[in-house]
């Protein structure tokens, strides 16, 4: 095959323990999948359920990089989140068996540019601008799974600065993470590659340059990124 400029390598995210890397396919997101979470944005999640959006692969950045502030937002918010790393393909995956096409589990940060959403909310449009921008999803080497095990329940938390912003527990999901793969993999057939951030707890909140954001999940590397 010749194409007509070079092609980009496939994103790909570390592996802890290996020198390995986990090639990406796709990034799902679950949108207000903690009660709390869903209450402070304004919404009752009695009545209305979790829901998916999606970033680009190649907004992933590793830990320990940089992010920079990014253009056209004057508030740009921090989400930590427990990510799914899929490592067998299915569609239509009956909740019982979801957890058998988990390959591991990484910490995120779901970057939204909140200014951004709130218009997009509030006009009807996507979400795109205000979740999957450049550098948009910062993410901690995967852990797999016969490794560290299922995540079912923990400690998530997220600090700036040192400073305790976010602070729940995985049980406290309002779709668990077999019920988050067997819901997605009725609308998208599920391939080995995807990501899944599966949403954040309550305490989202501005960061500006100079911030240190440190994100973590019990059992997995804390996963480090300054704004600059
Ligand atoms: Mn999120």
Known sequence: ?????????????????SEARFPVRRVYCVGRNFAEHAREMGYDPDREPPFFFSKPADALVESG???PYPPRTENLHH?????????????NIPVEEAESHIYGYAV???????????LAKKDGRPWDTAKGFDQSAPISAIHRVDEVGHLRSGRIWLTV???TRQDGDLNAMIWSVPEVIA???????????????TGTPAGVGPVKPGDV???????LDVLRHRIV
Do not use: H, W
Request: hydrophobic letters at 40%; charged letters at 30%.
């Open 183 to 197: 819901e997605l993999s009725t609308l998208f057939e599920l391939r080995a590659g995807d990501l899944i951030f």
């Open 161 to 163: 600065n040192g400073e």
């Open 108 to 118: 995120g940060n779901d970057l939204t540019r909140r200014d951004l959403q709130a």
């Open 79 to 91: 989400e930590v989140e427990l990510v799914i790393a899929i490592g067998k393909s299915g569609r």
């Open 65 to 67: 990089c940089d992010v």
């Open 1 to 17: 095959m010749r194409y007509v400029f070079d092609l980009e390598e496939r994103p790909s995210v570390a592996l802890a323990g």
């Open 213 to 219: 954001v440190e994100c973590g999940v019990d059992g």
